[in-house]
């Protein structure tokens, strides 16, 4: 988001998710997309039906890779390289869209002269990716009229995720291909409603709506709004809780619905810090096991036992219905929140969500005009929408970007912070599965979806199977200089030699004790996708 | 042979009254959602029975719940261990509203469940219960109950039929339990005469002929009977198959299911039937991880063979009822009627 | 209100009297059914199998390993692969088990009485063919004239049933040949697949009925060198292994194209098996 939002001015996907069933051409990278957005896979499969070309970028042959034209299986952590690569293939070839950048962006010279000063054969190398390969996804993706590109996480969760992202803005801006219907740039969030979380500001530093901090203006509109005096400076991220942030002693937590001693990096440190807090509350469905940490719990009651709404990767906002009546002794989210804020001495009293949805329509200008009884029927809108007169937004920066310009912001090459060396010789990236969702609380205890996918497996590639003795099926020791863990062996060809890949959803199998702490500076994203790690006999 | 009667379109909801005071009723229900689904009535007054949209559900989670107790089993010390019966609770039912396809769904499961090996649980279901049909006047968006060959109109398997003549409904008698409902309620009913009989007809005549689209089911089977299906249409297929199970899961006629063990206690538990479908990789993966089925290349095989070939070989009719619930509910885009027309254009 | 005593998903109790080791995946496990009557009138044909349940664990199809004619107990050999069957390891004499069935169609064993028998095994794949044997040897009417028995195990201290083996070697008409994978110190005996083994026997493709059983990969291989060595397709007769639940041929998990392997099976023909789509001939 941090990438797009310097690059473009606003950091969600451009295009609705059906525009993409009508690309010509679809680059598809760091996304494993039929198992972690089936819905965004079906419309690509159906572009690809009738007549689309498909290029993923993945260092695994994913199930869609498999059904792409063509796999560009780069090593990970190379996608700077390999994108300046197809951008010097299309600047050499005259694929650019001069008119575009002329008119529509600027500081293309920085770029330019970027790109002026790197080898093709060099940058081939870097990525492990044939060089005709690349120029093959170069000249298809220019060549096309209406072309898309699709990024997830392994994009962004890497040291220079921003940096990644800004390269895949300045690919589109470089051939025209965004502010156009079927056309853009388009990254697919990584839970239902992490875009809607985003939008009301659950980032450390934005109110609702991406309203900055500490810009005086927005901070006395909500100074004014909920009559208190509220903070001039950002908050620490996510990481900076569990990990602890220099100068910051944090000692208390409210954790809703996450579950951080399992899904984020370097657990150890993750569990210390979650252990020094002087008070640890946390909502959740199950007695996780971030929730067995805490002084106190509160049972929340879950999606169905609630209304509201959730905002998804294409910015649409839809309803959500409350189909069960909430269990006993739980309550849901807002009714903790309430109830916690009361006693804390600051009266909230919204009786219904449709109340709490009428202050952000106020204080939100993207959902300005957002209200239950327009959301009620059909399918939702997606913001911005300014006011009740406004229909919704399919897709952004038509005619101009949100920022005026869009500027390319060119990147070189940065490694991994931890890249495989004699000791730890193996990569090990980390990703999901489609059964399981995130550290199992929900999956696993449906029967049915445990059986589907009811352990841990590591990816191994023959060659390497073969190099250290190992069997498929075999439980081999996995470590890394942080943390040691047992899991499964599962030898394919998906994975390339040298590279090794597990989930994060089996408590059985933490792989995050192994993963590093390093993140994106920018974005706080920790570097998920790559780190170093050693394979041992049990 | 079938008696034919009249009851008028202002009398039913009076008729289903009386029916109510002694027998459960399940009939599709709109809700407040906009949603009808095959429920029981609670409340007929205030709830809404809706015999113009297709329910969204069958009427098989009545006679196969999706989850049911089999058994309980208790394990108190090593030497001890022990199954009981579950308790089945059943209510004589009478469902009401039952469109062609559902009722020859309910009469493929009868095969299924009763034919070999009687299950007692859908046994002791079936035995308490009684079907009023509805004809259909027209197809929905999705139906194809012509190409399957047991729609838009019912011929036997019901106990009461009824069929919309406009401001009144031709009622007809299948078996004895339908008799005996219009004996009981006789003040509802009128005899039937042949007029109404050819009006019924012209009725069917429309219905068939309002079929947006031809699905050629036969064609599709005939090739299957053939020989096997291009290895690439199951390869395309499996690939866009979602692994939802959705199918398997609306579908009438689906009758696969798992059985697995709810520990309760460490001493005790529930041994649970449910729901489960071929598409699934763990529906064949064996202890030790090999799987006879692949994925990737055949997910979907055994469900389109299943319905469309083997059961026309051992029961003479396709499993597949034309409803068109899987063409509505499939994610992946890979419902029969995408396979049938895949069939057909090799 | 209860339900018939026939329903066909309850359990019967077992009890285990007396459990061997065979090797260390696998033992064979030595039940009486806990209620005498029941017991007494237990029977079943060679090549049948029950649904074993092992508390939390649900079930799991066995092979019936013991023979009819030697009625009052009967065996089940486990080999250890997964929660269940690791878990009826850790049970010892004196614990309970639940059982359903006989299921499966059996063995032909009619048709074996003066044939020319091969028995073909690999592992754990001895236990169907073990019934066969014992039945052979103890009742005249299935009584082949003569019985080879050809066993190939991973290693040396992996081979199973020694005491069958043992007892079998000294019945006329019976001849016994063992192979393992790779050998260890000690081992003078062939070394091989047991595919090799298969050199060793004087086939009379109008006199021989083959029976085989084992893992996947060498049931395919072993039915190819049948046929190829003149064997009519239907006297090549095998058993294979489904994920299994019900057991009475209406969930489908076991489904193998058209046919469902606890009804139709699990003992089929080669010449059965050709009609079909079947993982272990492809």
Redesign the interface.
């Known amino acids: 988001m941090a990438g797009l939002a310097t690059t473009f001015g606003s950091g969600a996907m451009t295009n609705s998710i059906n525009e993409i069933e009508r690309a010509e051409v679809i680059l598809v990278s760091g996304s494993n997309t039929t198992e972690a957005h089936p819905q965004i896979a079906r419309r690509m499969l159906d572009a690809v039906d009738r007549g689309a070309k498909l290029i993923v970028i993945d260092p695994r042959r994913t199930p869609l890779a498999t059904m792409a034209h063509l796999h560009l299986a780069l090593r990970p952590g190379t996608d700077i390289p390999l994108l300046n690569g197809m951008m010097k293939v299309i600047i050499d070839e005259n694929l650019a869209d001069d008119l575009f950048i002329e008119m529509r962006t600027e500081n293309y010279h920085a770029l330019r002269d970027l790109l002026n000063r790197l080898d093709l054969e060099e940058l081939a190398a870097t990525t492990g990716v044939g060089l005709n390969l690349i120029r093959q996804a170069a000249q298809l993706y220019a060549r096309a009229q209406k072309a898309v590109i699709c990024y997830c996480l392994g994009i962004t969760q890497h040291v220079c995720g921003t940096d990644n992202v800004q390269t895949i803005a300045n690919l589109a801006m470089l051939t025209g291909h965004v502010e156009k219907e079927n056309t853009g740039v388009d990254p697919l969030r990584g839970q239902n409603n992490v875009q809607g979380a985003c939008d009301m500001g659950a980032l450390p530093n934005v109110f609702p709506s991406y309203q900055q901090v500490d810009n005086p203006e927005y901070r006395e509109k909500f100074e004014q709004a909920w009559g208190v005096k509220l903070p001039a400076k950002p908050g620490i991220r996510l990481v900076g809780m569990t990990h602890g942030e220099p100068g910051v002693t944090l000692r208390g937590m409210y954790i809703m619905g996450e579950n951080p001693m399992l899904s984020d990096p370097v657990l150890e440190l993750v569990q210390e810090n979650l252990k020094n807090l002087e008070f640890l509350a946390v909502a959740d469905l199950f007695l996780t096991e971030t929730a067995q940490l805490a002084d106190v719990v509160f049972p929340a009651a879950t999606f169905a036992e609630k209304t509201g709404t959730f905002t998804n990767s294409e910015r649409r906002v839809q309803m959500v219905r409350q189909a069960i009546p909430v269990q006993p002794d739980c309550r849901t989210d807002g009714a903790i929140i309430m109830e916690l804020s009361r006693r804390l001495g600051y009266e909230m009293a919204y009786d219904s969500p449709a109340e709490i949805m009428e202050e952000i329509a106020l204080l939100a200008p993207i959902y300005g005009g957002m209200h239950h009884d327009r959301l009620e029927t059909g399918w939702g809108m997606q913001w911005p929408c300014w006011d009740r007169q406004h229909p919704g937004t399919p897709f952004l920066h038509k005619y101009y970007f949100t920022r005026g310009k869009g500027r390319f912001i060119p990147a070189g090459h940065i490694s991994p912070a931890e890249v495989p060396d004699d000791e730890y010789p193996l990569l090990l990236m980390t990703g999901r599965i489609y059964h399981q969702y995130h550290t199992g609380t929900m999956t696993r205890r449906s029967h049915t979806l445990h059986r589907e996918n009811p352990e841990a497996l590591l990816q191994l590639n023959p060659a390497d199977a073969d190099r250290f003795l190992v069997r498929n099926g075999e439980t081999v020791r996995l470590a890394s200089r942080r943390g040691t863990i047992e899991v499964k062996a599962e030898i394919t060809e998906a994975v390339a030699a040298g590279a090794v890949y597990t989930t994060f959803h089996f408590p059985e199998a933490p792989i995050n004790l192994l993963t590093i702490g390093a993140k994106d500076e920018k974005a706080g994203c920790p570097e998920y996708k790559v780190c170093a790690v050693r394979i041992d006999k049990v | 042979m079938a008696d034919q009667y009249l009851l008028k379109k202002d009398h039913l909801k009076p008729f289903i009254r009386k029916l109510a005071k002694d027998y459960r009723i399940v009939a599709p229900l709109l809700n407040e959602h906009g949603d009808t689904m095959f429920n029981p009535v609670a409340d007929l007054d205030r709830e809404e029975v809706d015999l113009d949209n297709q329910p969204q559900n069958s009427i098989k989670q009545f006679f196969f719940p999706q989850t049911e107790a089999i058994c309980e089993y208790s394990c108190a010390e090593p030497g001890r261990y022990e199954f009981r019966e579950a308790e089945l609770r059943t209510d004589p039912t009478i469902f009401f509203g039952v469109r062609p396809c559902d009722l020859s769904a309910v009469l493929y499961l009868d095969v299924i469940f009763l034919r070999d090996a009687k299950d007692p649980f859908y046994l002791r279901r079936r035995e308490v219960s009684i079907l009023i049909g509805l004809n259909c006047n027209r197809p929905f968006e999705n139906c194809f109950c012509n190409a399957t060959k047991n729609g838009p109109h019912q011929e036997f398997g019901f106990d009461l039929q009824l069929t919309d003549l406009g401001d009144r409904f031709l009622v007809e008698v299948g078996r004895a339990r339908g008799e005996e409902l219009v004996n009981r309620w006789h003040q509802f009913f009128v005899p039937a005469t042949a007029s109404d009989s050819q009006t019924q007809y012209q009725a069917l005549l429309e219905a068939r002929g309002s079929f947006p689209r031809q699905i050629h089911v036969d064609q599709a089977i005939k090739r299957l009977r053939e020989g096997e299906a291009d290895p690439q249409i199951w390869q395309f297929l499996s690939q866009r198959c979602q692994d939802c199970g959705g199918c398997a899961y609306v579908c009438p006629t689906c009758t696969c299911f798992t059985i697995s063990d709810h520990p309760a206690s460490a001493t005790a538990g529930t041994r649970l039937r449910s729901w489960d479908a071929c598409t699934f990789s763990g529906f064949t993966r064996m202890a030790g991880g090999h799987n006879p089925v692949r994925r990737d290349s055949a997910a979907i095989r055994q469900r389109f063979l299943h319905k469309l070939l083997y059961d026309v070989e051992k029961h003479g009719r396709p499993s597949c009822v034309g409803c068109g619930r899987c063409v509505g509910i499939c994610f992946g885009g890979t419902d029969i009627v995408r396979f049938i027309n895949l069939v057909g254009q090799e | ?4 005593l026939n ?5 019967k ?1 077992a009890k285990i009297l007396e459990i061997v080791e065979e090797n260390p995946q696998i033992k064979t496990f030595v039940l009486a059914l806990a209620e005498p009557e029941v017991n007494r009138a237990f029977t079943y044909a060679p090549g049948q199998f029950l649904m074993l ?1 092992v ?6 199809p066995i092979s019936i390993a013991s023979s009819p004619a030697e009625p009052g107990t009967f065996h089940l050999a486990i080999r250890k ?5 690791e878990a009826m390891h850790r ?2 004499p ?5 059982v359903r069935g006989p299921y499966g169609r059996p063995f032909p064993m009619a048709e074996l009485a003066g044939r020319e028998l091969v028995c073909v095994a690999g592992g754990i794949g001895l236990a169907p063919l073990r019934s066969v044997i014992k039945t052979c040897l103890a009742d005249d009417r299935y009584r082949p004239k003569k019985i080879t028995l050809l066993y190939g195990s991973r290693c040396p201290d992996e081979i199973a049933f020694l005491r069958d083996l043992d007892e079998w070697k000294n019945r006329e008409g019976f001849v016994g040949h063992l192979t393992v994978d790779r050998c260890t110190e000690g081992w003078e005996g062939s070394v091989g697949l047991v595919t090799t083994l298969l050199d060793r026997v004087e086939f009379k493709p109008d006199r021989n009925t083959a029976l085989v059983c084992g893992p ?1 990969l060498m049931i395919r291989a072993v039915l190819a060198e049948l046929s190829h060595r003149g064997l009519p397709e239907e006297r090549i007769i095998t058993t294979l ?3 299994m ?2 057991g ?11 046919k469902l392997v606890c009804k139709d099976g699990p003992v089929f023909t080669l010449a059965e098996l050709r009609e079909l ?3 272990e001939l492809n």
């Open positions: 209100m209860p339900l018939s329903h066909p998903y309850l359990p109790p349940s508390p939390h664990c649900g079930e799991a692969a997964g929660k269940l069957t049970l010892n004196g614990d309970m088990v639940g996947s292994e489904r994920h639940k019900c009475v041929g209406v969930c489908r998990h076991c489904h193998l194209d058209s789509s079947v993982m």
